[in-house]
C-alpha cells in the first residue's frame, strides 16, 4: 500500500511539474484568411493574410521584444536546376542538379529581417529564409556546387514571384495580435501548402503552430489538370485532336478569304 501512495505521489508531482512547464509557455493562436484558394480561368493572383494571437504566461517580462515569422510554402516537389552556357553564340544545357523536395511557393515575412532575429543554426532549423531551404540534393554534389544551384533556383523562382523574402511586414500590435499578408502571383502552383507561424524571444523560438492552405484549380481548368496527370495518354491524343482540327478550320478559312 504505501508502495501504491509512493508511485501515487510521484505521478500526482511529475503532472504538476508538466502543467507549471505548459502554462508557463506562450501559446500562439494562427488564423488563415482563406484554408481553400480556387483557380478559376481569370484567376490573376490572390492575398492571404495570417493573422493571429500571442498568449503569454503570467510574469513574462520580455514580450515586448517578441518577433513573429510567418512561412507559406508548398507544394513540395522534384525540380531539375539546369546551366546554360554560351557555345559558338549558342545557349545550350550544361551542368545541372537535381532536387528532391524544393518547394513551388515558398514566402517567408517576418517582423525584423531574419538575421536581427535568430541566428544562422536556428535559421537552417526552421528553415528561415530563402538561403535557409534544406532542398535535399539527388546524389553526391560539392559544397561549392550546390550552392551555386541553389543560388540559382533561389533566384530563378524570386525573379518568377515564387521566392519572397518579406522582412518588416508582419505588424505586431500590443505584444498580442499579428498579421502579415502574402500576394500569391497567377502563376503560383496548386497543391497543399502549409502556413507556419513561429513565435521567437531572445533569438529562441518559443512557440509554433502551423495551418494548412489548398489552392486549387475549379472548372475546365481543374478537368484539364486531372486529366494530364491521370491519363497523359489521352490528353496527348486530345491535345493533337485539338490542334488537328484548329489547323484545318484556320487553312479552311484562309482559302476561303
Do not use: C
Not at 518547394?103 to 532575429?117: R, T
Not at 540534393?137 to 550546390?146: K, N, Q
Not at 523562382?157 to 518579406?166: T, V
Amino acid at each position: 500500500m504505501m508502495r501504491r501512495r509512493v508511485l501515487l505521489a510521484r505521478l500526482l508531482a511529475l503532472f504538476g511539474i508538466t502543467m507549471l512547464t505548459v502554462a508557463a509557455t506562450p501559446v500562439l493562436v494562427p488564423e488563415v484568411s482563406q484554408d481553400r484558394i480556387s483557380i478559376r480561368g481569370d484567376f490573376n493572383g490572390a492575398q492571404l493574410l495570417l493573422f493571429g494571437a500571442i498568449t503569454y504566461p503570467p510574469g513574462t517580462r520580455n514580450k515586448d521584444q517578441a518577433d513573429i515569422v510567418v512561412v507559406l510554402k508548398g507544394p513540395v516537389e522534384s525540380i531539375i536546376v539546369r546551366e546554360k552556357q554560351q557555345i559558338a553564340g549558342i545557349w545550350i544545357n550544361a551542368a545541372s542538379s537535381e532536387f528532391r523536395s524544393a518547394p513551388g511557393f515558398y514566402a517567408v515575412a517576418s517582423s525584423k529581417p531574419i538575421d536581427q532575429i535568430v541566428d544562422g543554426k536556428t535559421a537552417d532549423i526552421y528553415e528561415l529564409g530563402l538561403h535557409h531551404l534544406q532542398l535535399s540534393p539527388a546524389g553526391a554534389i560539392d559544397s561549392r556546387e550546390l550552392d551555386r544551384f541553389v543560388n540559382g533556383l533561389v533566384d530563378l523562382k524570386s525573379r518568377g514571384e515564387l521566392f519572397k523574402n518579406l522582412p518588416n511586414s508582419v505588424k505586431i500590435t500590443n505584444s498580442v495580435l499579428y498579421q502579415a499578408r502574402i500576394n500569391l502571383p497567377a502563376s503560383v502552383p496548386v497543391g497543399d501548402y502549409t502556413a507556419e507561424t513561429f513565435l521567437i524571444l531572445d533569438g529562441r523560438v518559443e512557440a509554433a503552430e502551423v495551418k494548412e492552405v489548398t489552392i486549387e484549380k475549379i472548372g475546365m481548368g481543374r478537368f484539364i489538370t486531372n486529366l494530364s496527370q491521370k491519363n497523359g495518354f489521352l490528353y496527348g491524343l486530345i491535345a493533337v485532336f485539338i490542334s488537328v482540327v484548329l489547323g484545318w478550320s484556320a487553312g479552311y478559312l484562309f482559302r476561303k478569304m
